[in-house]
């Protein structure tokens, strides 16, 4: 049985290689190439270790590093849907549902379940782990359009209250990072990369 569970996960490990395709809209820090889902999932698992002691409450920190390394796992096959996107929901789709059975479904059946577990919960946002992980995911895409003067704001002319209404989020799992990325918003309209219309 630990043979066959381990073919299966060295599978799942194969796959999720994919991730490192898939090309997200946000920009690398200070600069003009994309990142990629697997880079994003890095950063916010290394933001989850320096940021949690600012979590509105005691999280598990592991439960919120698989979290952030999985959330997006769904994307090799579902494709990346940029927050602002008019035309398609960012929420959680049928889609998803599909490529999370597939790809975690490559694992040992109670790895499986739990890997799609972490993910349901991290979509569903309700748990304080959930809260704090989709902090780190609005928070990081904020600090790369502040450090690229304005970013995928300007790129795809996307407004202050669109901003504002998408990462206030960041609020429900960290109040003193949601301070940060406010006061970092109200900057961006000072200096002219964000649109307030």
Same mark, same amino acid.
């Given at each position: 049985?630990?043979?066959?569970?381990?073919?299966?996960?060295?599978?799942?490990?194969?796959?999720?290689?994919?991730?490192?395709?898939?090309?997200?809209?946000?920009?690398?820090?200070?600069?003009?190439?994309?990142?990629?889902?697997?880079?994003?999932?890095?950063?916010?698992?290394?933001?989850?270790?320096?940021?949690?002691?600012?979590?509105?409450?005691?999280?598990?920190?592991?439960?919120?590093?698989?979290?952030?390394?999985?959330?997006?796992?769904?994307?090799?096959?579902?494709?990346?849907?940029?927050?602002?996107?008019?035309?398609?929901?960012?929420?959680?789709?049928? =889609? #998803?549902?599909? !490529?999370?059975?597939?790809? %975690?479904? $490559?694992?040992?059946?109670?790895? @499986? =379940? #739990?890997?799609? !577990?972490?993910?349901?919960? %991290?979509? $569903?946002?309700?748990?304080?782990? @959930?809260?704090?992980?989709?902090?780190?995911?609005?928070?990081?895409? $904020?600090?790369?359009?502040?450090?690229?003067?304005?970013?995928?704001?300007?790129?795809?002319?996307?407004?202050?209250?669109?901003?504002?209404?998408?990462?206030?989020?960041?609020?429900?799992?960290?109040?003193?990072?949601?301070?940060?990325?406010?006061?970092?918003?109200?900057?961006?309209?000072?200096?002219?990369?964000?649109?307030?219309?």
């Amino acid at each position: 049985m630990q043979a066959e569970d381990l073919l299966k996960q060295i599978a799942f490990i194969k796959e999720i290689d994919k991730v490192k395709f898939i090309q997200r809209k946000t920009k690398l820090f200070n600069s003009d190439r994309n990142e990629n889902d697997a880079e994003h999932s890095w950063h916010l698992a290394m933001m989850t270790i320096v940021l949690a002691q600012h979590s509105n409450v005691p999280i598990d920190i592991l439960k919120v590093l698989k979290m952030v390394l999985i959330h997006d796992v769904v994307e090799i096959d579902a494709g990346d849907t940029f927050i602002y996107d008019t035309a398609k929901s960012h929420s959680n789709t049928d =889609e #998803e549902r599909v !490529a999370a059975n597939r790809i %975690f479904g $490559l694992l040992p059946k109670e790895q @499986a =379940e #739990e890997f799609i !577990a972490v993910w349901e919960e %991290f979509e $569903l946002g309700q748990s304080n782990e @959930a809260k704090f992980a989709r902090s780190m995911d609005r928070l990081e895409p $904020l600090l790369q359009n502040t450090s690229n003067n304005g970013g995928t704001w300007r790129e795809f002319n996307v407004d202050y209250h669109k901003v504002y209404e998408k990462k206030k989020v960041i609020k429900e799992g960290s109040t003193s990072l949601w301070n940060f990325a406010e006061n970092l918003i109200n900057k961006s309209v000072e200096k002219g990369i964000l649109k307030k219309v």
